[in-house]
């Protein structure tokens, strides 16, 4: 017969019995915030701002790199079965829409501030604000550098429309640098102090 498991005991042992039950409560929580974070949006172009980096560094630090690469899969894969989280709605289709390439790099933003999160607080038990503003920092770039890219091809690809490297960064990038400067240094406030806070239960 197995081991029974007390509500009490720590969250270690419940996990060695296969209860993961507020690793599936986070992972739903983060995907829901990625969603409303999609629909808080001010159009900018062809590129709306919205709120979903500052979501997807978090949860990659809170969550770490595996459960913060999951949101972003479950999130991704949500849309592209047809259900209406992206900021435009969802469907496979969505593949071809310009701005495609930034929920596939929030996957990347995710690993990058979840393997930097997951490595201090295994070796220190704690995450510096410059630490995590450089990771956020890093995780921008790959998210811009992906976005950019996949809008080129779409543009250039799909669309037939020609485009220049300069012309799509003054779409991709340019408008948004200032905002997500402030969105990393937010990530960096918050996102360590709830780690620290919720650690025990990851």
């Not at 419940?14 to 993961?20: D, Q, S, V």
């Not at 500052?54 to 849309?79: C, E, I, N």
């Not at 921008?140 to 012309?167: D, I, M, P, R």
Request: hydrophobic content about 55%; overall charge positive; proline content about 3%.
């Amino acid at each position: 017969m197995a081991e029974k498991v007390e509500a009490g005991q720590p969250v270690e042992l419940r996990k060695k019995h296969g209860l993961h039950i507020v690793d599936i409560a986070l992972i739903g929580l983060f995907v829901a915030l990625m969603t409303v974070g999609g629909k808080i949006r001010i159009n900018l172009g062809p590129i709306p701002f919205t709120t979903q980096f500052f979501f997807s560094s978090v949860g990659g630090m809170v969550l770490g790199a595996k459960r913060g690469v999951v949101v972003q899969l479950v999130y991704l894969a949500m849309g592209l079965v047809g259900l209406p989280v992206f900021a435009d709605g969802g469907g496979f289709g969505y593949i071809f829409h310009l701005t495609f390439g930034y929920i596939v790099g929030f996957v990347a933003a995710a690993l990058v501030c979840g393997l930097v999160s997951d490595r201090l607080f295994a070796r220190k038990g704690n995450m510096r604000f410059w630490q995590a503003f450089l990771a956020a920092l890093s995780g921008l770039l790959l998210l811009y550098l992906v976005g950019t890219v996949y809008f080129l091809a779409v543009k250039s690809f799909y669309l037939g429309e020609a485009s220049s490297v300069g012309n799509a960064l003054m779409a991709c990038v340019v408008p948004f640098m200032w905002t997500d400067i402030l969105w990393c240094i937010c990530v960096a406030l918050a996102a360590p102090r709830i780690r620290k806070a919720v650690g025990r239960m990851l």
